[in-house]
Each structure stands twice: as C-alpha cells, then as structure tokens.
C-alpha cells in the first residue's frame, strides 16, 4: 500500500510540475505579446509625432490635462505635448467622413467665390465704360448749348 501511495504522490507531482510548467508557458506568452503590443503601439506613436511641425497653443480643461498627465505617467509619451498632438491625430482619423464632408462645402464654396470675383471684375470693368460714355455726352450737350446763336 506505500507503494500505491508513493505512486500517487509521485503523479500527483507530475501533474503539479505540469500545470506549473503550463501556466508559467502561458504567462511568457502573454509578456511577450505585451511587449510586441507596447513596441507597436510606440511605433505608431513614433510615426505620428515624426510628421510634427506646427507649433499650437492650446488651453484644455482639468479632465482632458489629467488624461494628458495619465498618457505621461503610464510612460506611453515624454510630454504632455506628444500625448495631445497624438490625441488630435487620432481624433482627425476617427473623424475622416465629416472631414471629407467639410472639404466638399469649402471646395463648393471656393468656386462659389471665384465665381463671384468674375462678375464682380466684370461690373468693374463696364461701369467705368459707361461713365465715361455718360460724361462725354453731358460734355457734347453743354457745348451745343453754349454755342452763340448768328
């Protein structure tokens, strides 16, 4: 019967190093895909602040700085900066269909105005003509009328 029981123990230990050994090859898995997430996610981030070269100053309020502050802490951005010009970047992404919509109207819009500056040109140009036309006429009446009478 010691024998049986040396067995057991013996496959019960066995069984623990195996369920060890599992979750500690489970737990390298997830580090590592946590690591290969962080490095893409820096790789994103790094692209999209390379293209930076518009300086703005901005006012926020309390809750937007303290996620601000929160991107800082949990060390995905050096500055408050970086995290806000990467926010912005993300949002002008998410937004892509009313952008597009926006650039529709504003392209509408300029050649409303183009059109505009046209006729505007024009009126410019055939008032200045009839002016002149009006006046020389008032001029060729009034000598008519000064002319002495033989």
Same mark, same amino acid.
């Given at each position: ?14 069984? #623990? ?11 390298? *898995? /997830? ?7 962080? #490095?893409?996610? +820096?790789?994103?981030?790094? +692209?999209? &602040? =390379?293209? +930076?070269?518009? /300086? &703005? @100053?901005? !006012?926020?309020?309390? #809750? ?9 802490? =949990?060390? &995905?951005?050096?500055? !408050?900066?970086?995290? =806000?010009?990467?926010?912005? %970047? ?22 409303? !105005? %183009? ?5 505007? @040109?024009? #009126? /410019? ?6 002016? @002149? %036309? ?6 060729? *009446?009034? @000598? ?5 009478? !033989?």
């Amino acid at each position: 019967m010691a024998d049986n029981n040396t067995k057991k123990e013996s496959t019960s230990k066995d069984k #623990e190093k195996k369920q060890h050994k599992a979750f500690d090859d489970f737990g390298d *898995q /997830v580090e590592k895909f946590a690591v290969k997430t962080a #490095e893409s996610i +820096r790789k994103v981030i790094d +692209r999209a &602040l =390379a293209s +930076r070269n518009t /300086v &703005l @100053t901005i !006012r926020v309020n309390d #809750e937007s700085n303290k996620k601000l502050n929160m991107l800082v802490e =949990a060390g &995905l951005f050096k500055s !408050r900066s970086e995290s =806000a010009a990467f926010l912005i %970047e993300e949002g002008i992404k998410s937004q892509h269909a009313l952008f597009a919509k926006i650039t529709d109207k504003l392209e509408k819009m300029e050649k409303i !105005r %183009e059109e505009l500056k046209v006729i505007v @040109t024009k #009126e /410019v140009e055939v008032k200045p003509a009839k002016t @002149t %036309e009006s006046k020389e006429k008032k001029s060729a *009446q009034s @000598t008519k009328k000064k002319k002495p009478s !033989r």
